[in-house]
């Protein structure tokens, strides 16, 4: 039987990933793998279970990689550490109910605009 996840725990994680996710720096030579992609999966469900705001959580997403080239992205993005990561991101994120991950995406993003 799947269990849900519970939205606080959720949230929470949410919350970090529009929050505090570090943005890349032009003098780093690679994000972090398995924070980018948390932070990336994570709001690109929050744009897919709310998708009015879209454009807001994608916006997030440039945040977190601003400062990193299109090369450098992908690379990390390749990596085993980063594809380990958005597999239990993805794992994780399907367990939440929709109605549920939208509650929180969008009260995440209301509370850190």
Not at 33 to 55: F, G, N
Not at 83 to 106: F, I, M, W
Request: glycine share 4%; hydrophobic share 40%; aromatic share 4%.
């Amino acid at each position: 039987m799947m269990k849900s996840h519970s939205v606080p725990v959720w949230g929470l994680a949410l919350g970090l990933a529009i929050a505090i996710a570090p943005p890349a720096l032009a003098d780093e030579p690679m994000p972090d793998a398995k924070s980018l992609a948390m932070t990336e999966t994570i709001l690109e469900h929050c744009a897919e279970v709310d998708p009015a705001y879209a454009s807001d959580y994608r916006k997030r997403v440039e945040l977190v990689t601003q400062g990193a080239g299109e090369e450098t992205l992908a690379k990390v993005r390749k990596t085993d550490e980063y594809r380990l990561a958005h597999d239990s991101a993805v794992e994780s994120l399907a367990k939440v109910k929709e109605q549920d991950a939208k509650k929180v995406c969008s009260q995440a993003l209301a509370e850190n605009r």
